[in-house]
């Protein structure tokens, strides 16, 4: 079946530094998805990206489908950027990798 | 968020006892999903709908009946609850497959 995987699975930074997050894939990409769980357990849409590049303010995201992965960039990164961050793939439904535990250090 | 929510937020139930969840939506969005999220396994689907009366199972279906009368509801029901099932339970909506998922702020459900 579809697998995800994400790492590293835990990272803890400096406030202020930069840090960048995998997602490989075992299938052809559809509904390619990253999303951020902060502390109190709200999940917030991040990015939809099948391929390409995407910015939005200190965060970007670029999968490669033909290589089968994803990489989220947090630049500068901020204490409100601390939390869980999924990936997730799919057809009609997705299916989530594990996530990766960010913690940042204020 | 916006444009969707999940009732109730907490719930304390009893072993055996039938429990309903509800998901409500006002964005008119065509695809529906129920996933639960428990330590160690990360966020699994239970079940989702693609349209009215249209549903289908997840990976973790056993134990759970879905039904959408409408567009706007989803509801998610544990027949008879157990221990196992004790998880935080989230409804998700999309306009399409080609569209990003937003979900609710989840439902915590313990079943004692």
């Known amino acids: 079946g579809i697998q995800v995987e994400q790492s590293p699975p835990d990272l803890i930074l400096q406030e202020g530094a930069n840090s960048t997050l995998r997602c490989n894939f075992s299938?052809?990409?559809?509904?390619l998805q990253w999303f951020h769980q902060n502390p109190w357990g709200q999940l917030i849409n991040l990015f939809y990206?099948?391929?390409g590049t995407k910015q939005n303010g200190r965060l970007s995201a670029t999968t490669v489908a033909t290589e089968r992965y994803s990489l989220l960039y947090i630049s500068s990164s901020q204490t409100t950027d601390s939390g869980v961050y999924f990936c997730?793939?799919?057809?009609?439904?997705?299916?989530f990798g594990k996530g990766t535990r960010l913690h940042i250090l204020p | 968020d916006a444009g969707i929510t999940q009732s109730p937020r907490h719930k304390v139930t009893e072993t055996g006892t039938p429990v309903t969840l509800r998901c409500h939506q006002t964005?008119?969005?065509?695809?529906m999903y129920w996933y639960r999220q428990d330590p160690g396994h990360g966020l699994r689907l239970i079940h989702y709908?693609?349209?009215?009366?249209?549903?289908d199972k997840g990976e973790v279906s056993d134990g759970y009946s879905v039904s959408r009368s409408k567009t706007e509801d989803f509801l998610l029901t544990l027949e008879s609850a157990t221990s196992s099932q004790t998880s935080v339970y989230f409804c998700?909506?999309?306009?399409?497959?080609?569209?990003?998922?937003?979900f609710g702020s989840g439902t915590r459900l313990t079943v004692v």
């Open positions: 998700a909506i999309s306009p399409g497959q080609a569209y990003g998922y937003t």
């Open positions: 299938d052809s990409v559809n509904n």
């Open positions: 990206i099948p391929s």
């Open positions: 997730a793939f799919g057809d009609d439904k997705i299916i």
């Open positions: 964005e008119n969005h065509r695809y």
């Open positions: 709908s693609y349209g009215v009366k249209d549903t």
